[in-house]
């Protein structure tokens, strides 16, 4: 079976920094992916891991244990639109499990 | 730049009545997929589709439902006798895992699907 937990919520001020854990226990492994879901839309791809380690990409950086089935999603330099769902999702044999997504609010 | 298209974008629907959802993925992707989210649940895999076959399916894909890719451009989904618990956000997604490593899933802007 597949177990993907992520907080539900986290609020954070414009400019400041969150970070967004996800831990998981899946029967498969090809990578791990995150994805923005704004209301009423579709996933938008943000970052992929599947060594560990870090990946870096502009304000946004995602982290990577498969030993410990542990991820980190960071955000840096948080703007209002960045208020948003973020989606871990695992892809096994070319299908994604998703988490529950964290709703992330930016406060002014 | 190539984006996946799905129609309806809307489509409200009686108990028991059969709807098709369509999508157009995006041109050279080869691999297809569904998805659904339920108002306020998590996204869920429904089918994987490659070279004309299911590849794989979810619990949550019996025998009321189908996929069709009836031409070179078009995946439907299927359900043949909608209940209400069938009312739910439907994405379809497309990807090409010969492009990089990573088999990036591409999603459509999604239909919502009402079952009244």
């Known amino acids: 079976g597949q177990n993907i937990d992520q907080p539900t919520e986290m609020t954070a001020t414009e400019g400041a920094i969150v970070q967004i854990n996800c831990t998981y226990q899946?029967?498969?492994?090809?990578?791990l992916f995150w994805y923005q879901q704004h209301a009423g839309e579709a996933p938008t791809f943000l970052s992929y891991n599947v060594l560990d380690g870090l990946e870096e990409k502009g304000r946004f950086s995602s982290f990577l244990s498969r030993s410990k089935g542990y991820s980190y999603l960071l955000l840096k330099e948080l703007q209002m639109k960045d208020s948003a769902s973020y989606l871990c999702a695992v892809s096994n044999d070319y299908k994604l499990s998703f988490g529950a997504g964290t709703t992330v609010t930016v406060r002014a | 730049e190539p984006e996946v298209t799905q129609t309806p974008s809307h489509q409200v629907t009686q108990m028991g009545q059969e709807v098709i959802l369509r999508c157009v993925p995006i041109s050279n992707h080869l691999y297809f997929y569904w998805y659904r989210q339920i108002l306020g649940q998590k996204v869920e895999f429904l089918v994987s589709f490659y070279n004309n076959e299911i590849s794989e399916k979810s619990e949550i894909f019996d025998d009321q439902f189908s996929v069709e890719r009836p031409d070179g451009s078009n995946f439907t989904l299927k359900i043949r006798s909608t209940k209400l618990e069938d009312s739910a956000m439907y994405f379809c997604?497309?990807?090409?895992?010969?492009?990089?490593?990573?088999?990036?899933?591409?999603f459509g802007p999604g239909t919502r699907l009402t079952v009244l």
């Open positions: 899946t029967s498969g492994f090809n990578g």
């Open positions: 997604a497309s990807s090409d895992p010969g492009q990089g490593t990573h088999n990036e899933q591409f």
